[in-house]
């Protein structure tokens, strides 16, 4: 069993916006592998998929981006995760409009989601599909996270979910965590 997160905010005001695209990436995952993303449970938006023979829980935090943790410490907690079977998605700043990166461990890097999760966990060691947003150029950093993409951004965006997609599929099918960061990186 394996469990993605993509972290995000909840409520339609946030929906598009830069800081969910870990939400964007669960629900692209949600209708690859036709799931619903539809059962509150531990502070989480939850779905299950089966993937050649894999269950996978995919998940979104309904406790606010800078809480995420309790979620995800939570469903750890009852469905008995191992560090490995999880993956974290998140937005990056210092990274090109949809660049896909993958990580095994590592700081926050100034993400709070991230520092909550590190928090509730106890370690900075669990696997992370990060997507760059940019950094914003004349912009507030909290302006630039909560507003959508441009319509030039969005094709960028898309094509870093579709580059997560097949990352998830290859890591869900078993390929070592390792090998999907020579590949996908």
């Given amino acids: ?58 998940v979104k935090p309904q406790t606010f981006m800078n809480d995420s943790g309790r979620a995800v410490g939570q469903l750890k907690a009852f469905y008995q995760f191992q560090q490995d079977e999880i993956l974290i998605i998140q937005d990056d700043m210092d990274m090109a409009m949809g660049r896909l990166r993958l990580r095994q461990k590592g700081s926050a890097g100034g993400h709070n989601g991230i520092k909550s999760i590190i928090n509730v966990l106890g370690t900075q060691d669990f696997y992370r599909a990060k997507i760059g947003i940019q950094h914003p150029q ?39 965590f390792s090998a999907l960061m020579n590949k996908y990186n």
Avoid: C
């Avoid at 916006?17 to 692209?28: E, L, Q, R, S």
């Avoid at 619903?36 to 269950?55: D, P, R, S, Y």
């Avoid at 951004?153 to 998830?168: F, Y």
């Fill in 1 to 58: 069993m394996k469990m993605i997160v993509g972290l995000g905010n909840p409520g339609s005001q946030y929906a598009k916006t830069k800081h969910n695209i870990g939400f964007m990436a669960v629900d692209a995952l949600a209708k690859r592998y036709d799931a619903a993303i539809a059962k509150q449970e531990f502070n989480a938006l939850t779905g299950t998929a089966w993937v050649a023979g894999e269950k996978v829980l995919l």
């Fill in 138 to 176: 004349k912009q507030k950093v909290v302006d630039w996270v909560l507003t959508p993409f441009s319509p030039t951004d969005q094709v960028e965006i898309l094509n870093g979910l579709d580059k997560l997609q097949l990352a998830a599929d290859d890591w869900i099918h078993g390929l070592a």
